[in-house]
């Protein structure tokens, strides 16, 4: 069916990617864009991926500690309803073949009922999920504006206090064959089964040691 709805894969402006990933995506912020790629239905966008550097130099440290600038976080994806099944994988295998060689983090946020199947579909490496080392569970502090992020709570107003629920981590190579294979070497983060150590809903202490 894919086929013959005569998708493309194009590159997207960061503007017009960090608007239409605003308006569409759950988060409903504008991501930090390094790469961005539409899927084009008749010349229309019914998609979006973008890629850009994680706020946390700490994670891009961690998962490639030799050459943390070559982590890239894809941290935005959203393709319209209407579209068929499998038009996610088929939309970020292709956007994932015109990028340089990077490792690619990603998570799926628990919260919002995900666990990153999409992720799975693509061979994508399973890596826990966030927090995984820690005892006890973090907690954030929910902002009374709608939208903003946590870290801006004290700024806008606290509503509440909330339990933090965990995110599964995944990530990837990109590149050529031989540039996978040199950047999969650099990567520091697990490659976990996630059959044997499923990703939990909960803060779940296990540390990363006793899985691998």
Request: charge should be positive; glycine fraction near 6%; include cysteine.
């Amino acid at each position: 069916m894919l086929k013959e709805m005569r998708l493309s894969v194009m590159p997207m402006d960061a503007r017009e990617a960090r608007e239409l990933a605003e308006k569409r995506h759950y988060m409903h912020r504008k991501p930090p864009v390094s790469y961005a790629y539409g899927l084009y239905r008749a010349g229309a966008p019914v998609g979006v991926v973008t890629f850009g550097v994680p706020a946390s130099r700490h994670l891009q440290a961690g998962a490639c500690p030799s050459l943390p600038s070559r982590v890239l976080e894809l941290n935005r994806l959203w393709v319209s309803d209407d579209m068929p099944q499998n038009s996610e994988s088929y939309f970020v295998s292709r956007a994932l073949r015109r990028l340089p060689p990077q490792v690619i983090v990603s998570y799926a946020d628990t919260m919002q009922g995900h666990m990153g199947y999409v992720y799975r579909a693509l061979n994508f490496h399973y890596a826990g999920w966030t927090d995984m080392e820690r005892r006890t569970a973090r907690y954030d502090y929910v902002p009374m504006q709608p939208g903003a992020h946590t870290r801006d709570a004290w700024r806008s107003g606290v509503k509440e206090k909330v339990r933090r629920k965990p995110k599964v981590k995944y990530w990837t190579t990109t590149g050529n064959r031989t540039q996978r294979r040199r950047m999969v070497e650099l990567c520091g983060w697990p490659s976990l089964d996630w059959k044997t150590l499923p990703p939990p809903t909960e803060h779940v202490y296990h540390p990363i040691s006793a899985a691998v």
